[in-house]
């Protein structure tokens, strides 16, 4: 699979490597004759910043509309901003209306501190104990 690919159920995310500002963030198309996929690996490479979110946030919580569990791999993003936290926040709202659940199976050092200092753990659970009500 190659970066930018999308199958039945994995998905790449190319944010903007580095702090190179010419660069535009990808998330590939959906094909309309692939089957729906309830189950998603999301794997997010590069630095995932404020324009970045706005770039492909809206198209990406659009495909998430019908995932039940995402696998979020974080290991190859240098840079994660609150608004890369806030995609993910959103990203589990909306699967939490399925019932559903986003897991980050892996991340980065650079990840990892912002996810710590913003505790997903707490927040991804006040997320899907509002979406059930």
């Known amino acids: 699979m190659t970066p930018g690919a999308w199958d039945d159920h994995r998905i790449f995310l190319i944010a903007t490597a580095g702090d190179d ?7 590939p198309s959906y ?25 492909v946030g809206a198209e990406l919580l659009d495909h998430a509309l019908t995932w039940r569990r995402v696998n979020v791999d974080l290991s190859e993003v240098s ?12 990203l589990q709202r909306t699967v ?16 990892a501190q912002i996810m710590d200092v ?4 707490e927040v991804r659970e006040a997320v899907v104990e509002a979406a059930v009500r």
Do not use: H, I, K, Q
């Open 21 to 27: 500002s010419s660069a535009a963030p990808m998330l």
């Open 31 to 55: 094909r309309a004759t692939e089957p729906e996929c309830r189950d998603v690996d999301l794997y997010v490479v590069g630095a995932l910043r404020e324009r970045d979110c706005s770039a």
């Open 79 to 90: 840079r994660l901003s609150a608004a890369g936290f806030g995609l993910l926040v959103e």
């Open 96 to 111: 939490a209306r399925n019932d559903g659940e986003v897991n980050v199976v892996a991340a980065s050092p650079a990840a």
């Open 118 to 121: 913003l505790n997903w753990s």
